[in-house]
Nanobody
């Protein structure tokens, strides 16, 4: 059974930083893309960042470019999301996911088939 466990969320002031981690068990992630998604209250879940199977290619939505960094350690079956210069609009539940493919040029939820339970990130103004 595949399990993804996110950690690192919490409450932070605007301008602060958090580092999310996602440890995957029951499935080797080294051949697959990994992604971070988020869902704010009243909004649909959407992609935040995405990284190819070997870490060589990354994708970010425009609103987090230059502030967030996705990385992975295949030896640890883990993906990370470093979030700097956080803004109140970054407040959401953040989910990690394992892709169906090595990389998706325009990632959507349909490109991922295993999900974590989410971790809350709250940014106060």
């Amino acid at each position: 059974q595949v399990q993804l466990v996110e950690s690192g969320g919490g409450l932070v002031q605007a301008g602060g930083s958090l580092r999310l981690s996602c440890v995957v068990s029951g499935r080797t992630i080294s051949r697959y893309a990994m992604g971070w998604f988020r869902q704010a209250p009243g909004k649909e879940r959407g992609v935040v960042a995405h990284i190819s199977w070997n870490g060589g290619t990354t994708y970010y939505i425009d609103s987090v470019k230059g502030r967030f960094t996705i990385s992975r350690d295949n030896a640890k079956n883990t993906v990370y999301l470093q979030m700097n210069s956080l803004k109140p609009e970054d407040t959401a539940v953040y989910y990690c996911a394992v892709g169906r493919v090595p990389f998706a040029a325009r990632p959507t939820q349909a490109d991922f088939d295993s999900w974590g339970q989410g971790t809350q990130v709250t940014v106060s103004s």
